[in-house]
């Protein structure tokens, strides 16, 4: 049981917007900023947004993310084949003095 | 740029040590802006980070509660290297695992190519 809630999977035809969320509380992502990770199998894991909004150089601009209060979204926009991947949200908590993972959302793209 | 090589053994047995070791090139362990984790993934649990070690004037260690009792992390500044020891491991411990650099904002983003560790008699 993960300290912050993923869908455990969405889907989304090609060309459609996908939108993931993750929810945590005021020890993790209510104090502190959120990066999201993509994970393809067999290869290590890519961030792909940090700091709730901000996407590294490289990263398409279909990526985008969010945060309100406790919970934050990535968005994914013009759904491609190759985004089809484990998605994790990520943030340090102050109670447990510990970075937390989210459950993971595995996206299909159909 | 930063690489990190991951090296150790694929199996072990339960109840034993799981040790795992991270070179790093392109950067050094006693970095003041770097953090050093490891983080593992299985299908059950998804990415699961256990700790991490970084050097702020001396060495810090922070670890994942699940994990707190039987872990640890060291550096090794002689050879720009992390070390990764589980003891005590089940078939539960079984799975992928990483080490990673830690960057400003908290970011993970230079990753090891993953060990596939598999705790089996």
């Known amino acids: 049981q993960s300290v912050l809630t993923q869908p455990p999977s969405t889907s989304g035809a090609p060309g459609q917007t996908v939108t993931i969320s993750c929810s945590g509380s005021?020890?993790?992502?209510?104090?502190?900023?959120v990066n999201w990770y993509q994970h393809l199998p067999g290869t290590a894991p890519k961030l792909l947004i940090y700091?709730?909004?901000q996407r590294p150089s490289g990263v398409p601009d279909r990526f985008s993310g969010s945060k309100s209060g406790t919970s934050v979204s990535l968005a994914i926009s013009g759904l491609q084949s190759e985004d089809e991947a484990d998605y994790y949200c990520?943030?340090?908590?102050?109670?447990?003095?510990?970075?937390?993972f989210g459950g993971g959302t595995k996206l299909t793209v159909l | 740029q930063v690489q990190l090589h991951q090296s150790g053994p694929g199996l072990v047995r339960p109840s034993q040590t799981l040790s795992l070791t991270c070179a790093i090139s392109?950067?050094?362990?006693?970095?003041?802006?770097?953090?050093w984790n490891w983080i593992r993934q299985s299908p059950s649990r998804g990415l699961e980070w256990l700790g991490r070690?970084?050097?702020?004037?001396?060495?810090?260690?922070n670890y994942a509660l699940s994990v707190k009792s039987r872990i640890s992390i060291n550096p090794d500044t002689s050879t720009n290297q992390i070390s990764l020891q589980l003891n005590s491991v089940t078939p539960e411990d079984t799975a992928v695992y990483y080490c990673?650099?830690?960057?400003?904002?908290?970011?993970?983003?230079?990753w090891g190519q993953g060990t596939l560790v598999t705790v089996s008699s």
């Open positions: 070690t970084y050097y702020r004037s001396k060495w810090f260690n």
């Open positions: 392109g950067d050094s362990v006693s970095s003041n802006t770097a953090a």
């Open positions: 990673a650099r830690e960057g400003s904002r908290e970011t993970l983003g230079n």
């Open positions: 005021s020890s993790n992502i209510g104090s502190n900023t």
């Open positions: 990520a943030v340090w908590d102050d109670s447990l003095n510990g970075r937390v």
């Open positions: 700091s709730n909004n």
